[in-house]
């Protein structure tokens, strides 16, 4: 009778538990996401990633010359937005140089122009040893490789809940339809 009961309790306090559906991509502890404050290569203006709070953000770290991963991560992030409809106003897209020297201003604009990413998009830049910092807090590596002149860098991607905290690690070959249904549940979060 004894063993009926406490089945009967287990189902009953799993059926009334908090469902939190699975990310798709590597599951992050949820801890505040550091903050930074870099510029924005289109604006001038200052941003910091605390003042983004509110909404979800996907975090890339980019170069506006490289040959694949980035422009396939500006790709996903379009094809995201489109995909989101109007829930896309409730994400930031911001990317992170990694290539200090190359992401000026006008290559920033012309990367974005020719990825199509205009609303809810930041694309973060600095000096270097600002750069650096960033990257170090996301444990992020930037090298210059001479032949041909590339940056060689990781292409992770952090998704940031609308709290500020880190949730979800996805890279530029991320699975669209996951991505997306990802976003939402964040999204359904507050």
């Not at 694949?68 to 106003?89: H, M, Y």
Request: net charge negative; aromatic share 8%.
């Amino acid at each position: 009778m004894i063993r009926v009961l406490l089945i009967t309790v287990c189902i009953a306090l799993s059926a009334c538990a908090p469902s939190t559906p699975r990310l798709s991509g590597t599951e992050l502890p949820a801890k505040d996401a550091p903050d930074f404050t870099l510029t924005d290569g289109q604006s001038g203006e200052a941003v910091t990633l605390s003042s983004l709070r509110g909404n979800v953000v996907a975090l890339a770290f980019l170069y506006t010359h490289c040959p694949d991963a980035c422009p396939l991560t500006a790709a996903q992030f379009r094809a995201t937005q489109q995909a989101l409809g109007g829930d896309a106003a409730r994400v930031r897209f911001v990317a992170v140089s990694v290539d200090p020297e190359g992401d000026t201003p006008a290559a920033i604009r012309e990367f974005s122009a020719t990825h199509d990413l205009k609303q809810n998009w930041r694309y973060l830049i600095g000096p270097r040893p600002a750069l650096e910092k960033v990257w170090a807090l996301y444990g992020v590596g930037s090298f210059v490789d001479p032949m041909p002149p590339f940056v060689d860098h990781n292409d992770a991607i952090f998704v940031i809940d609308a709290r500020g905290r880190e949730r979800e690690l996805v890279h530029s070959d991320l699975v669209l339809k996951d991505f997306v249904a990802d976003l939402r549940v964040l999204l359904a979060e507050r």
